[in-house]
Structures are given as structure tokens and as C-alpha cells.
């Protein structure tokens, strides 16, 4: 089931870039809304929904933005969402920055704990991945590969080719350890990596209480000095590890468990729960965030594919030929309905083997025969005809007309050897013999028509 929280909690800090002190409260929301951010220091109230789509900038950290209005660094705060098992919220800032924190997910997963998790009526939908999934970051070097498995677990590997940080492994064999394996997991910065924000004026926020320093380079006393006066520290050294000793780390490869930290936050843009291992060389924000991209798009694509109609041949229909003839009142060359293969309340689903027998053949495209349009039109009217007729005591004496057709839109021909799906289902109720459709046409798994329709069921005129 999904999950939100109890209460609403509240957490500040300062912005890492800004500078800013920002409050930042976690709120529940209602099942199939999402996690959602909403700056409160901006008039128009407009939510930025976690989507990859809305990234924007990801060169110091995940940057979202939506209609203009912009949230810098979320990935730690999607992290502890996501770690904590929670679907929908909504984080309220009054700022466009996250606060930083001690530069990980602690503070964060221990304010939605002080929440408390809520479990929602609503079932929660699942990424699960069933084949392997590749991604190569050929600008980052960056690889992904997903694998199916029963939880989602990842594992992730760091090669700065640096002397002070070099290869680290870190492993989440299961979700629901980030809080104590990840979570805590500070961020970390190369020396030169520091001069060069300082000299953008950014980390206004940064006092080496929420960052690692690797010193990749000699360093002499005077400049040690320099670094302490301005992070307001009495002194600072460097450790034999090439670390400045401003903190002490949790676990030796604290560095690979942040970035992994990273990859969970990033893949919460993908837009739903994962289930699947995921295998991450060398991942950093951009490459996380395209690979999020592919999965959502992966997850868009699984879901037009759950709508495909799935015709088997050898299955007997719920209307053959002759039954539809004792419904409707079309015979050749206008009866374009075979089989009916599924019916309920609300939809249908019908077929029409297209041959190169057909009239229309003849005279349309000989040369290169294609089905008309209009034709097609017609045959998703007759299944859908069926589908009120199908409701009535005396189907044969009624007939189906016509009121209005819209948004029509041609895909792909249909020619001789097709078996032309037809998938019809109510856009309302239906109300006085009227009925409203959307239907689409399938050849195998691709939409070749798709169109709504409105019709009205008319007892014929001579039985009344």
C-alpha cells in the first residue's frame, strides 16, 4: 500500500550555495498525488512535482524547476523520502535552496520518522524491472545496469583515479536499511573543487561540518590557516589519509555510500518505486538524472503496452460471426466486425481480419490496396454498437447512428493481412441510448487509428 505521513514535521538550516536559513516542512497528502515541492516565499503557489522532466541544472546538485519557479539540491531530501517508504507528501520551503544540513540524509529521514509513517487505501505502483536494462553516460563514463530482483536493492561504485580517493564499493541490499546504512553518509569535495565554488561566490553555506575535504595537492600551513579563518574553525589539518580533519567519517567507504545516497534521491524523479537491483559505475547527478529519464521513459512505454489487446486465435470468442449478425443490422459489404473477444460494462473488444477479398480493394489503392479510413471508423462503431446493443432483450431491432465524431488521428495503414484490434471503452455512462467512446485500433502493437465517438441506439422505426 502507499504511504504518507501522520503529521506534519518541520526542519531548518542553511542553504549550502545561498546561504540562506530555510525551514523546510514535510506535510501528508493524499493517496496517487506524488511527492510534491511548493515554495511558500513566491505568490503563485504552483507544486514542482519530483520528475526528471523538471531538472534543469545538475552541475551542483539536483536543480528543479517548474513554471519558472526553481529548488535547488533536492536530492537529499528525495533520498529520505524514498528511504523512509513514503509516496506522497509534500515539501513546503521558503526558499528556493534545501537546507544542507550536515550534508546527508540523517536529519531529514529522523524528521519524517518524528512524523510517523502512514499507510494509504490506494495500492502503490511498482517500476519492477523483469529484463536487464543497460545504460551507458558515454559524456560522464558513467554506467548503469538494472537487473530484475524482489526489492530494490543498489550498488555502486567511485573511481576518482586520485591518489586520496581512489575505487570504493558501497552496497543497500534492501531499501529499508538506508536509514541505518545510508543515510548518515556525508558529501565530500576535491580541494580544488572548494576554491573554485569560493571563487563563484557560492557555498555561502558551507562550513566544513557538512562536506569531506580531499586534498588532491601539496598544501602549505598559510593556506590551511586561510581555510580555517574562513569556515570559522580554530585550525584545520590534513590527515595521512590526504583528509582535512574537520570530520570524523561513520564508515570507511562513506564517500561511495553518499554517491549511493545520490542515486537514490535522483531516481525518485524516474516517478514510481523500484523494484530491481541496481548496478551504478562512477554515478554522479547527471548521469543519475538521465538514467531516471530512460526508466520513466521505460515505465511511460510499459504502460501503453498494458493496453494493448492481446488477441489468441485459438480462444473462443464471446461473439462469433453469426452472433453479431443476430445483433446488428449489417451485412456485406458493411458488416467490418468478426469476433467480439471481450466485453464488459464499460468496454469492448472486437476484430477484423482484413483480406485482400474485401470490396473496397477494388477501388481504393488498387495498386497499393490500404484500408479507408472512414471504413475503420466504421468498424469501431459497429464494436461499439455491440457493446450497448449487447445490453438490450432484442438486439435485431435496433440500429446504432451516429451523433459526432472527434479528434480522428491515422497512425499507420491498414492493408490486406492485418487483423485490425478494435478497443472500445465508455467515456461515460451510458444515458437515454447514447453512448460516448474513445476507441483505438490496433494492428499488433501499434495504434493505427484511434478516434471518440458518439452514438445513439434507435429502436427501428418499423417495430415501434
Given at each position: 500500500?502507499?504511504?504518507?505521513?501522520?503529521?506534519?514535521?518541520?526542519?531548518?538550516g542553511?542553504?549550502?550555495?545561498?546561504?540562506?536559513?530555510v525551514?523546510?516542512?514535510?506535510?501528508?497528502?493524499?493517496?496517487?498525488?506524488?511527492?510534491?515541492f511548493?515554495?511558500?516565499?513566491?505568490?503563485?503557489?504552483?507544486?514542482?512535482?519530483?520528475?526528471?522532466?523538471?531538472?534543469?541544472?545538475?552541475?551542483r546538485?539536483?536543480?528543479?524547476?517548474?513554471?519558472?519557479?526553481?529548488?535547488?539540491?533536492?536530492?537529499?531530501?528525495?533520498?529520505?523520502?524514498?528511504?523512509?517508504?513514503?509516496?506522497?507528501?509534500?515539501?513546503?520551503?521558503?526558499?528556493?535552496?534545501?537546507?544542507?544540513?550536515?550534508?546527508?540524509?540523517?536529519?531529514?529521514?529522523?524528521?519524517?520518522?518524528?512524523?510517523?509513517?502512514?499507510?494509504?487505501?490506494?495500492?502503490?505502483?511498482?517500476?519492477?524491472?523483469?529484463?536487464?536494462?543497460?545504460?551507458?553516460?558515454?559524456?560522464?563514463?558513467?554506467?548503469?545496469?538494472?537487473i530484475?530482483?524482489?526489492?530494490?536493492?543498489?550498488?555502486?561504485?567511485?573511481?576518482?583515479?586520485?591518489?586520496?580517493?581512489?575505487?570504493?564499493?558501497?552496497?543497500?541490499?534492501d531499501?529499508?536499511d538506508?536509514?541505518?546504512?545510508?543515510?548518515?553518509?556525508?558529501?565530500?569535495?576535491?580541494?580544488?573543487?572548494?576554491?573554485?565554488?569560493?571563487?563563484?561566490?557560492?557555498?555561502?553555506?558551507?562550513?566544513?561540518?557538512?562536506?569531506f575535504?580531499?586534498?588532491?595537492?601539496?598544501?602549505?600551513?598559510?593556506?590551511?590557516?586561510?581555510?580555517?579563518?574562513?569556515?570559522?574553525?580554530?585550525?584545520?589539518?590534513?590527515?595521512?589519509?590526504?583528509?582535512?580533519?574537520?570530520?570524523?567519517?561513520?564508515?570507511?567507504?562513506?564517500?561511495?555510500?553518499?554517491?549511493?545516497?545520490?542515486?537514490?534521491?535522483?531516481?525518485?524523479?524516474?516517478?514510481?518505486?523500484?523494484?530491481?537491483?541496481?548496478?551504478?559505475?562512477?554515478?554522479?547527478?547527471?548521469?543519475?538524472?538521465?538514467?531516471?529519464?530512460?526508466?520513466?521513459k521505460?515505465?511511460?512505454?510499459?504502460?501503453?503496452?498494458?493496453?494493448?489487446?492481446?488477441?489468441?486465435?485459438?480462444?473462443?470468442?464471446?461473439?462469433?460471426?453469426n452472433?453479431?449478425?443476430?445483433m446488428?443490422?449489417?451485412?456485406?459489404?458493411?458488416?467490418?466486425?468478426?469476433?467480439?473477444?471481450?466485453?464488459?460494462?464499460?468496454h469492448?473488444?472486437?476484430?477484423?481480419?482484413?483480406?485482400?477479398?474485401?470490396?473496397?480493394?477494388?477501388?481504393?489503392?488498387?495498386?497499393?490496396?490500404?484500408?479507408?479510413?472512414?471504413?475503420?471508423?466504421?468498424?469501431?462503431?459497429?464494436?461499439?454498437?455491440?457493446?450497448?446493443?449487447?445490453?438490450?432483450?432484442?438486439?435485431?431491432?435496433?440500429?446504432?447512428?451516429?451523433?459526432?465524431?472527434?479528434n480522428?488521428?491515422?497512425?499507420?495503414?491498414?492493408?490486406?493481412?492485418?487483423?485490425?484490434?478494435?478497443k472500445?471503452?465508455?467515456?461515460?455512462?451510458?444515458?437515454?441510448?447514447?453512448?460516448?467512446?474513445?476507441?483505438?485500433?490496433?494492428?499488433?502493437?501499434?495504434?493505427?487509428?484511434?478516434?471518440?465517438?458518439?452514438?445513439?441506439?434507435?429502436?427501428?422505426?418499423n417495430?415501434?
Amino acid at each position: 500500500m502507499q504511504n504518507t505521513i501522520k503529521a506534519p514535521v518541520t526542519v531548518s538550516g542553511v542553504g549550502l550555495h545561498t546561504g540562506q536559513t530555510v525551514t523546510l516542512s514535510f506535510k501528508p497528502s493524499e493517496e496517487d498525488t506524488g511527492i510534491r515541492f511548493l515554495r511558500t516565499d513566491v505568490d503563485d503557489k504552483v507544486f514542482i512535482e519530483a520528475d526528471a522532466d523538471y531538472v534543469i541544472d545538475t552541475s551542483r546538485g539536483t536543480t528543479l524547476e517548474k513554471d519558472g519557479i526553481r529548488l535547488l539540491t533536492v536530492e537529499h531530501v528525495l533520498a529520505a523520502i524514498t528511504g523512509m517508504d513514503i509516496d506522497n507528501i509534500i515539501v513546503e520551503v521558503n526558499c528556493e535552496e534545501m537546507p544542507i544540513m550536515d550534508g546527508s540524509s540523517k536529519y531529514y529521514v529522523e524528521a519524517l520518522e518524528k512524523a510517523g509513517i502512514e499507510k494509504q487505501n490506494a495500492n502503490r505502483q511498482y517500476f519492477d524491472i523483469q529484463e536487464t536494462i543497460r545504460f551507458y553516460d558515454e559524456e560522464k563514463d558513467c554506467e548503469f545496469i538494472a537487473i530484475p530482483s524482489e526489492k530494490y536493492r543498489i550498488s555502486s561504485m567511485i573511481d576518482y583515479n586520485s591518489k586520496v580517493l581512489g575505487s570504493q564499493y558501497a552496497v543497500l541490499d534492501d531499501i529499508s536499511d538506508f536509514k541505518n546504512e545510508i543515510a548518515s553518509c556525508r558529501t565530500f569535495v576535491f580541494l580544488h573543487e572548494l576554491e573554485y565554488l569560493l571563487k563563484q561566490n557560492l557555498i555561502k553555506g558551507g562550513d566544513l561540518s557538512n562536506a569531506f575535504v580531499f586534498v588532491d595537492r601539496p598544501i602549505e600551513q598559510e593556506e590551511l590557516d586561510r581555510l580555517a579563518r574562513l569556515f570559522n574553525k580554530p585550525s584545520v589539518a590534513v590527515r595521512s589519509e590526504g583528509i582535512l580533519n574537520n570530520l570524523e567519517p561513520y564508515f570507511a567507504n562513506e564517500p561511495a555510500r553518499h554517491k549511493l545516497l545520490d542515486i537514490v534521491g535522483d531516481l525518485t524523479l524516474a516517478g514510481k518505486k523500484i523494484k530491481g537491483h541496481i548496478v551504478a559505475s562512477k554515478p554522479g547527478h547527471a548521469s543519475n538524472v538521465k538514467f531516471a529519464r530512460h526508466i520513466k521513459k521505460l515505465i511511460k512505454k510499459k504502460l501503453s503496452e498494458e493496453h494493448i489487446p492481446i488477441y489468441n486465435p485459438d480462444k473462443k470468442p464471446i461473439f462469433d460471426i453469426n452472433d453479431i449478425k443476430g445483433m446488428l443490422p449489417h451485412r456485406y459489404p458493411f458488416l467490418l466486425v468478426d469476433k467480439i473477444i471481450e466485453i464488459s460494462d464499460s468496454h469492448v473488444i472486437g476484430v477484423k481480419n482484413v483480406t485482400t477479398n474485401e470490396s473496397f480493394f477494388t477501388g481504393h489503392f488498387p495498386k497499393e490496396p490500404v484500408m479507408p479510413g472512414v471504413l475503420q471508423i466504421e468498424a469501431m462503431a459497429q464494436a461499439g454498437g455491440i457493446l450497448i446493443l449487447s445490453t438490450v432483450e432484442d438486439p435485431e431491432n435496433y440500429s446504432t447512428y451516429f451523433l459526432k465524431i472527434d479528434n480522428v488521428k491515422f497512425k499507420q495503414k491498414v492493408v490486406p493481412g492485418d487483423t485490425l484490434i478494435l478497443k472500445c471503452n465508455l467515456i461515460s455512462p451510458v444515458r437515454r441510448g447514447i453512448c460516448h467512446m474513445k476507441c483505438v485500433g490496433y494492428v499488433g502493437s501499434k495504434i493505427v487509428i484511434e478516434a471518440e465517438l458518439m452514438a445513439q441506439i434507435v429502436k427501428n422505426p418499423n417495430l415501434q
